[in-house]
């Protein structure tokens, strides 16, 4: 068969297989259903946002859970439903996008921001939200070593307006890289999202394939679920893209769906690491040992011949946490002679990080 052929064939079985499809929208991570999972979790977040409203005074928040969890996806929904039923205000920003405290309220204030000081951004900020405003910073642990003391977390809960901030993070370490007197300003209330159980993820699949689909199989749902929470940490992303691959190309067995989508989001999610986090899963992708120690070595001597500066060793093993957080590694504790230390092992194929590493320096 020539090119061209094959085209025409292939065209021809994906027409079939998408006529499943009624809403592909359901397929897209940043999809928010009409009613979401509810969680503990999440009544403890709304109890603080009511109490918030009433009384005027504001109980920061840091939520903390590992990727595919539902953080940024129930603070989205509650950015939307929350406003229509109370006088609240509620605006999100990324941190990964919007990585310094210059940065994130440039985003949140209208006009140009070329040549303002940080505190002419925040007085314009005053001005524009005046009522009651929830602010929602995502990815926190993602903000620019640059902006080392996080001046916006302290700006706002020492501000005399009222401000509730809420923090999410993928690393439970992230309270800890706040200075001293920003974390006694704030005062944040930790709330563990934990991680999805295989009746939820099941109920979640659910929920897509009602939306999305004209037909489904309840057995599939349930072997994706169990295939999710055992190797994948519960990423609820990772069931939703076997659930399409599965949908679109029913040729394929459910495992092979379920591999092929699991490699998909580890590429996106080392693809997206900062440099020093790439550099370390290099590191200890390609070190002999698998202990912290020669690993950090290497990692410092890869930074040097990148014009990088490295961590500290306790700033890499801070990011060691949030990689670990992040489903990619797994820090296993050993004894060597009297101490004791980690072994730092790969979750996913040791050959996305080098071939990634490779392509990003060279």
Partial sequence: MDIAGYLESQKEQLGKSTKQVKDFSVFDFNHVPDEPLIREECKELIKEMLQFEISGIANHVSI?????????????????????????????VNCRHHNTSFKI??????????????????????????????????????????????????????????????????????????????????????????????????????????NGLRSWNRATLAEISALTTRFTNSDARVAIKTLKYVTIEPQEDIRSCFERARRDIVVDMVNDLSDGNLMILWAAATSKSDLAKPIYKRYCRFSLSQREKPFSYVHFYSNLSYLQSSGLVALISTKVDRAYTNRVLLTFDKAIAVSLCELRFG
């Fill in 64 to 92: 903390i859970g590992s990727r595919g969890s539902g953080k940024t996806l129930m603070l989205k929904y509650l950015q939307g439903v929350i406003p229509t039923q109370t006088d609240l205000e509620i605006v999100y």
């Fill in 105 to 210: 309220f440039s985003h949140l204030v209208d006009g140009p921001t070329a040549g303002a000081s940080l505190v002419e951004l925040y007085e314009r900020f005053l001005a524009k939200y005046q009522k009651k405003t929830v602010v929602v910073l995502d990815e926190i642990d993602l903000m620019s070593p640059k902006d080392k003391h996080r001046e916006v977390l302290y700006t706002l809960s020492r501000s005399e307006q009222p401000y509730m901030v809420v923090m999410l993070s993928n690393s439970p370490h992230v309270l800890k890289q706040l200075d001293a007197a920003t974390r006694s300003s704030l005062q944040p209330i930790p709330l563990h999202f934990k991680n999805y159980n295989a009746e939820q993820i099941q109920e979640i699949l659910h929920d897509r394939a009602q």
